[in-house]
């Protein structure tokens, strides 16, 4: 095995593990229920409730100490829905546990429907619920006492009775107050337990869980480049929480000043402001091993007075810079709030985030020209190649270069084969004596690949190619892949369900770039260029196969333009040779 064919094996393995990299690192039935609207009416308050006989659901175990709490009250006995809407967000309530049911984000649509950040996953497990305990406590499903508090804000509470370890019982009312935010993607929650003479507090605090999984919907096996990530902020930091393969869940007593999941376009951010909470509990998995979830349970330390009031605040939205900085200057909000620094959970760039600020400038000052995104990324993908267009033409350059010398150099390798000190200096002199650098041809790709990644890492998470429409009837959506048809079975070992042509169209758009760069030199190393030429390209088919559309559309066309450079170089250098043909005539 020669020289030349290990290093192609080596750049082979080396592309094969970036491109995995790159797409790791950018990457029983419910019975129906009547929805109502709130009624301004007045419902049984919490005094009668308490003087009614205790009902007969069922007591459960809360805390070590063995209190148990028991529903109090004639109170509900079927669940009712409630909704409240502002400009920017539409939620629906339920009474069975004062729960939220859907959570919608008004101007993101998702499929044939908005987008859904508060997705439960059963009856047991909704957004918002309470469980009076730790993480491992059942949340409440009593039906909750409702009243409208204002056209933005609506309350629900109920009585209960807890038994205490030396026999007594003690009364207590658990309320639980929903203000949504106009204009903002804030949810306000009051939590207010609030106990007769006797009342002790909650020794084990309660539990508040948000949304099992936020929108959009979802598959991880079928959707590789969207993702749930948990992140929290310590110390004016964020970290990443990461829940090992195989566990379900963790559980972190850092005092952090948020906590959040996150996808690709859209975060849920929980805010406990001055609420003393004992651990935070990141949930990667349901019960069912079929649902995948993104779950944050808060523990309110203990409650060790007569009445305790809460305040929480909940980020539902957009996962974008411009929706976060706001609560980083009170002036900036309706509420006053500042350095939070909620922008953080927002997908970093690293180093090479100046340059994708560029890149972003660049491609919206096109879409103000022409309002359509998928021209935009062509504009850009071209304007970038006019650029590098020199670096190209070099590294070319240099590629021929290395051709031509090619029989001097096999010729000084057979010769020194069983001396490869001695080769490797023959090799040097040889090098200086022609005038060429080894490197010449590496240097001009290597620059590239800064611009290159940077392009990668804007087409694959820019927010606003959600729903952005390229070509009717085939793109409609540039942060989804395309869809020619969905197949009537799904692909076995891939999981493929839709037909995509952008995948097909970028195979062959790599495949007559590696055709028309071929030099006959390279014709020659047979199976590692023909690996090179052919295996790639079909590697990276799989890989790109559910991509973005919009990713996928700037790799063709930067395959296309890159092909019609090296043709218009092609030609340059041969006419070049041409030129210097005649001159030694």
Request: charge should be neutral.
């Amino acid at each position: 095995m020669d020289k030349n064919t290990i290093i192609a094996i080596v750049l082979s393995t080396i592309v094969i593990v970036a491109g995995f990299t790159v797409q790791a690192t950018f990457f029983p039935p419910e019975k129906s229920i009547q929805t109502t609207e709130i009624q301004n009416a007045e419902q049984p308050s919490a005094v009668s409730a308490v003087n009614e006989v205790v009902s007969e659901q069922p007591s459960f175990i809360q805390s070590e100490e063995t209190l148990t709490e028991t529903a109090l009250g004639a109170g509900p006995v079927s669940e009712e829905r409630f909704l409240l809407e502002t400009d920017l967000v539409k939620v629906e309530f339920s009474n069975q546990g004062g729960d939220i049911v859907s959570f919608k984000l008004k101007n993101h649509q998702d499929s044939d429907d908005l987008v859904e950040m508060a997705d439960s996953i059963s009856q047991t497990n909704r957004a918002f619920s309470i469980a009076l305990g730790d993480h491992s406590s059942r949340p409440l499903q009593d039906y909750f006492n409702v009243k409208k508090i204002d056209d933005a804000s609506i309350g629900f509470y109920r009585t209960f009775a807890i038994k205490n370890s030396d026999g007594s019982q003690s009364l207590f009312t658990l309320a639980k107050q929903y203000t949504l935010i106009p204009g903002e993607y804030l949810l306000d929650v009051k939590i207010t337990v609030s106990g007769d003479a006797n009342f002790a507090g909650l020794p084990a605090g309660y539990t508040l869980k948000t949304s099992p999984q936020i929108g959009p919907e979802w598959n991880a096996k079928q959707d590789q480049y969207e993702y749930r990530r948990f992140y929290h902020l310590l110390n004016g930091k964020k970290k990443t929480v990461n829940v090992s393969a195989g566990q379900k869940s963790k559980v972190l007593t850092d005092p952090v000043s948020w906590a959040g999941v996150a996808g690709k376009y859209f975060a849920l951010i929980a805010i406990p402001g001055t609420t003393p909470v004992s651990s935070y509990q990141y949930s990667a998995q349901a019960e069912s091993a079929d649902a995948t979830v993104g779950q944050i349970s808060l523990l309110r330390a203990p409650i060790t007075a007569n009445k305790s009031t809460d305040n929480w605040l909940f980020y539902l939205g957009p996962r974008t810079e411009k929706n976060l900085t706001p609560y980083n200057l009170a002036v900036n909000n309706s509420l006053g709030l500042a350095d939070l620094h909620l922008e953080q959970i927002v997908e970093s760039s690293g180093i090479l985030g100046p340059l994708e600020v560029i890149l972003k400038w660049i491609m919206e000052l096109f879409y103000l020209i022409i309002p359509n995104w998928g021209v935009s990324i062509i504009l850009l993908t071209i304007l970038m190649r006019a650029l590098i267009f020199p670096l190209t033409k070099k590294s070319s350059e240099a590629t021929h270069k290395m051709q031509e010398l090619q029989p001097k150099i096999q010729e000084i390798q057979t010769k020194y084969k069983a001396n490869p000190q001695k080769m490797n200096e023959e090799m040097a002199k040889f090098y200086q004596t022609a005038g060429y650098n080894p490197l010449s041809g590496c240097l001009p790709m290597l620059i590239q690949f800064p611009l290159i990644f940077a392009m990668y890492g804007l087409f694959n998470n820019y927010f606003e190619f959600r729903g952005a429409m390229f070509i009717p009837g085939w793109i409609p959506d540039l942060s989804q892949g395309d869809s020619l048809m969905t197949l009537p079975f799904t692909v076995p070992f891939v999981g493929w369900k839709d037909l995509r042509i952008l995948p097909i169209v970028y195979v062959i758009s790599q495949l007559l770039f590696g055709k028309v760069t071929q030099t006959p030199g390279s014709a020659q190393q047979n199976s590692s260029m023909k690996f090179m030429m052919y295996g790639m390209p079909l590697i990276f088919f799989f890989i790109f196969y559910n991509a973005p559309s919009g990713l996928l559309v700037y790799w063709i066309f930067s395959n296309v333009l890159t092909l019609i450079q090296q043709v218009v170089i092609n030609k340059m250098m041969e006419q070049k040779r041409s030129s210097s043909l005649k001159l030694v005539k």
